[in-house]
């Protein structure tokens, strides 16, 4: 049995390496240009006059933040009006409206690009709220993603400039060029592996024991596609990509788990080739690799090893998990929605085993960098890179330089409120829920389906992935409350924005500094040492911060076991 899962495992990792390494480059020179041609489409060209943009003006660092603000704060109030508004909206399918609390919450966290969940999918929101409201937002909370990131990476490469692109160039570029035209073919290929797309609404039907049931149909390849492509990972029905009507076969998963995969490690590649040096992008995509192939390497071994009678039989923990995915096709999915900011599923990380369980948890405790999400998986490992030469300045004694641009006070600031931000709102969340009287009767009598150290894992999962935009979730709790709907949402929108404007901040620095010359004392950042030091600095990070909650929830419990 162990022989034959490590067989499948192989196999599995190598297919998806196999693709992502083809479309590595062609996608990667594709992204580049999408972001840097001069061109502008006509379709590209109707949509600035319709919002009244100049597609030719170049944009301050502060302007494009405004921009960025600017669209999110609109499709939240969009989302949760929609939403509130269900009941005289076309395809409602008779549902009511959610509550205030419920759609506040939804609305966070579509728009920031969690997609996280505190309600029944199918049994909570129509037609048109999934299509006008979260299929909308599944597209423009990606396109936002990777225009950050792309800014960013004009402030590397610009010289002495005090703008770093537009931002609603990039909005619509990132839309038009990339996310549509893909998400239309991933459709297409869904579909064609089973997946429903339909408006038959709910169907009636007799089981085999005469009992009557409501089947639900929808258009769910359509959005799973974008769900999966932008990493988003809110499903169409509860049971997300676990359900079969989502995702019926064990190919149909593994497309789902290219699709999560292909942007997130293409952008290293434009990255690369924007600052002029391919290899800085190889180095990169090297560091996001290597940590997504070590923890499905763990994950898997756990899983498989799952103690107690019923998994030495079965080969492995299988609780949670659908048989015609297995063990293996199950870590690989978790693996990379939680190394993504995907958040989907297609088994229940709750019933995984206790040390198990916490791989997830750590791989978006990382910041997302294995390989992230759209655009902010890039982002977030470039601040993690900036302050790796910067410790490695401090080694050696010299100035710290990246790709020929100074790093000082000012960008280690940045780069230090950067990294601290997700584990502030992750352990501050968690500690309110339990320390504030009213908030943790209310959180263990209500929310905690598993009392004890697992139900402070659910807890510490739920704000992780809130904080990280993540969206995905330990099954045992029960989200939709006051506090919990709140406190996640809010979670959701810090979590989201401080980074950004954090990291704008640093774009435009970057961009107003010239360019230094190599030197004998500058540190490679193409070579296998700083791809090492790299990959050190980014677990070190989280290991001293995430460590002693750890202590106290998943591997107390998996010690206790």
Do not use: C
């Not at 169409?236 to 999560?260: D, R």
């Not at 890179?385 to 401090?394: D, N, Q, S």
């Amino acid at each position: 049995m162990a022989t034959t899962t490590a067989l499948l495992a192989l196999a599995s990792i190598a297919t998806v390496a196999l693709v992502l390494v083809a479309l590595y480059r062609p996608f990667g020179d594709y992204l580049a240009w999408t972001y840097t041609s001069r061109k502008h489409w006509r379709v590209e060209r109707i949509i600035y006059r319709i919002i009244g943009v100049d597609g030719q003006t170049e944009q301050t660092w502060r302007a494009y933040l405004r921009g960025v603000l600017v669209i999110s704060a609109v499709g939240v109030l969009i989302v949760y009006a929609l939403q509130r508004l269900q009941p005289w909206l076309p395809y409602a399918l008779g549902l009511p409206a959610p509550s205030e609390h419920l759609s506040f919450n939804t609305a966070a966290s579509f728009v920031t690009n969690t997609n996280w969940q505190s309600y029944s999918p199918e049994q909570t929101l129509g037609y048109a709220v999934q299509i006008a409201g979260l299929a909308v937002q599944n597209f423009v909370s990606a396109a936002v993603g990777m225009a950050v990131a792309i800014a960013l990476v004009r402030g590397f490469a610009a010289r002495r400039s005090g703008t770093i692109g537009n931002f609603w160039v990039d909005l619509t570029r990132g839309t038009v060029r990339v996310l549509l035209p893909l998400a239309t073919l991933a459709a297409v290929v869904l579909a064609l592996g089973g997946v429903v797309q339909n408006f038959a609404g709910f169907t009636d039907v007799t089981t085999l024991t005469g009992a009557t049931q409501s089947i639900p149909g929808g258009p769910v390849a359509s959005q799973e596609a974008i769900k999966l492509l932008g990493t988003n990972g809110g499903g169409f029905f509860n049971a997300n990509s676990a359900h079969p009507f989502e995702n019926p076969t064990p190919w149909t998963s593994l497309v789902q788990i290219v699709l999560m995969l292909l942007i997130p490690f293409s952008m290293p590649r434009a990255f690369g080739r924007m600052v002029g040096d391919p290899r800085q992008g190889v180095a990169i995509v090297s560091v996001m690799g290597v940590l997504y192939l070590a923890s499905f390497t763990l994950l898997t071994l756990l899983e498989s090893a799952g103690r107690g009678t019923a998994p030495e039989l079965a080969g492995g923990a299988l609780e949670g998990k659908e048989w015609r995915f297995g063990i293996v096709g199950s870590t690989l999915f978790a693996t990379t929605s939680t190394g993504t900011s995907t958040g989907a599923v297609n088994s229940m990380h709750d019933s995984y085993t206790a040390l198990g369980g916490m791989l997830p948890m750590l791989n978006m405790m990382l910041g997302e960098v294995s390989p992230g999400g759209v655009g902010s998986g890039l982002y977030a490992i470039l601040v993690l890179a900036i302050i790796t030469v910067f410790i490695a300045g401090l080694l050696i004694g010299r100035t710290p330089e990246y790709l020929g641009k100074k790093i000082g006070t000012r960008e280690i600031k940045l780069g230090a409120m950067y990294i601290l931000v997700t584990p502030t709102l992750v352990l501050a969340g968690t500690a309110l829920s339990f320390a504030l009287p009213g908030v943790r009767d209310d959180v263990v009598s209500t929310s905690i389906w598993n009392p004890g150290t697992h139900g402070l894992s659910e807890v510490l999962y739920a704000f992780t992935s809130a904080a990280n935009n993540n969206g995905s979730a330990f099954a045992g709790l029960t989200a939709n409350t006051p506090w919990m709907n709140s406190a996640l949402g809010v979670a959701m929108l810090l979590g989201r924005f401080v980074p950004i404007v954090l990291v704008l901040a640093l774009a435009g620095s970057l961009a107003a500094q010239d360019r230094v010359p190599t030197t004998a004392g500058t540190l490679p950042t193409h070579r296998p040492l700083f791809i090492g030091m790299l990959t050190a600095v980014t677990v070190l990070v989280t290991a001293l911060t995430f460590f002693p909650v750890l202590a106290l929830g998943p591997l107390a419990e998996g010690l206790m076991s």
